[in-house]
């Protein structure tokens, strides 16, 4: 996998440079295009980086365009918005209220239908009518966060899922039978027609998988898979993820 990795002291340093990425990126798509889109993910990670983005202590919050931004998910469980497991909840808590984002900025995945298919279904037209791409082509994300999970999966895509083989849809609704529950995902062609794609990681109980992910077989793990067609990748990681990196194997 060629990407850049760069690594911080800790997950404090970590966040502080994913947010001044944010900043510099938004502010560039803004100038261009007069809009930015970023994708979002779960986990405690980017919650940090949330916070920091809308603390009014901060220089982002004051010098992020708030109003030219349209939040998306890279993927959701399935559960109501208001459920204590709801990436929305977490990234509402953390910033979104926190900040002068307009309502009609924020896109989120119906994740209360019952149906799961039908949720994602309605997200990949949310996705159609906003950004209207020529027929056959894909959306273009600005910025999409991704973590990575224990299993290498990043996203909601999981080891041996059948979604990992999805070239039509957007955005899909897998069975991960050991959470024995459905989750929402944006599919991996969608992921890698993002502009830039930044992986944030940190912790020890990391550095394990991270190691398996950059440096050891190919293609053995979903996270692999994130190889953006005509955009740019990067690992931000903490020196504790980042441990292992260096051992030999």
Same mark, same amino acid.
């Given at each position: 996998?060629?990407?850049?990795v760069e690594i911080f002291r800790n997950a404090?340093?970590? !966040?502080?440079?994913?947010?001044?990425? &944010?900043?510099?990126?938004? *502010?560039?798509?803004?100038?261009?295009?007069?809009?930015?889109?970023?994708?979002?993910?779960?986990?405690?990670?980017?919650?940090?980086?949330?916070? #920091?983005?809308? %603390?009014?202590?901060?220089? /982002?919050?004051? *010098?992020?365009?708030? %109003?030219?931004?349209? /939040? $998306?998910?890279?993927?959701?469980?399935?559960?109501?918005?208001?459920?204590?497991?709801?990436?929305?909840?977490?990234?509402?808590?953390?910033?979104?209220?926190?900040?002068?984002?307009?309502?009609?900025?924020?896109?989120?995945?119906?994740?209360?239908?019952?149906?799961?298919?039908?949720?994602?279904? %309605?997200?990949?037209?949310?996705?159609?009518? $906003?950004?209207?791409?020529? !027929?056959?082509?894909?959306?273009?994300?600005?910025?999409?966060?991704?973590?990575?999970?224990?299993?290498?999966?990043?996203?909601? #895509?999981?080891? %041996?899922?059948?979604?990992?083989?999805?070239? *039509?849809?957007?955005? !899909?609704?897998?069975?991960?039978?050991? #959470?024995?529950?459905?989750?929402?995902?944006?599919?991996?062609?969608?992921?890698?027609?993002?502009?830039?794609?930044? /992986?944030?990681?940190?912790?020890?109980?990391?550095?394990?998988?991270?190691?398996?992910?950059?440096?050891?077989?190919?293609?053995? $793990?979903?996270? *692999?898979? &994130?190889?953006?067609?005509?955009?740019?990748?990067?690992?931000?990681?903490?020196?504790?993820?980042?441990?292992? #990196?260096?051992?030999? $194997?």
């Open positions: 996998m060629q990407s850049a404090a340093e970590l !966040a502080q440079q994913a947010a001044q990425l &944010i900043l510099t990126q938004s *502010q560039l798509a803004v100038a261009r295009n007069n809009l930015f889109t970023i994708a979002l993910s779960g986990g405690s990670t980017p919650k940090r980086l949330y916070e #920091l983005l809308a %603390d009014p202590t901060q220089q /982002f919050r004051s *010098q992020l365009p708030w %109003d030219r931004i349209h /939040f $998306f998910w890279t993927d959701e469980r399935h559960v109501p918005p208001d459920h204590p497991d709801s990436n929305y909840r977490m990234v509402r808590e953390a910033m979104l209220v926190r900040a002068p984002v307009p309502p009609t900025n924020v896109h989120r995945m119906l994740s209360e239908k019952p149906n799961a298919s039908e949720a994602a279904n %309605d997200y990949e037209s949310q996705l159609r009518d $906003f950004f209207h791409p020529p !027929a056959g082509e894909l959306p273009r994300i600005d910025f999409a966060l991704l973590g990575l999970g224990p299993e290498g999966h990043t996203a909601s #895509l999981f080891p %041996d899922s059948e979604v990992l083989q999805e070239t *039509q849809r957007w955005v !899909a609704a897998p069975w991960i039978a050991k #959470l024995n529950s459905y989750r929402l995902t944006m599919t991996l062609p969608v992921l890698n027609n993002a502009s830039t794609v930044v /992986f944030l990681v940190s912790g020890s109980e990391k550095a394990e998988i991270l190691r398996e992910v950059l440096k050891g077989e190919p293609d053995r $793990f979903p996270a *692999q898979r &994130i190889n953006p067609t005509n955009g740019a990748l990067s690992w931000l990681v903490d020196e504790n993820a980042a441990s292992k #990196l260096q051992e030999p $194997f």
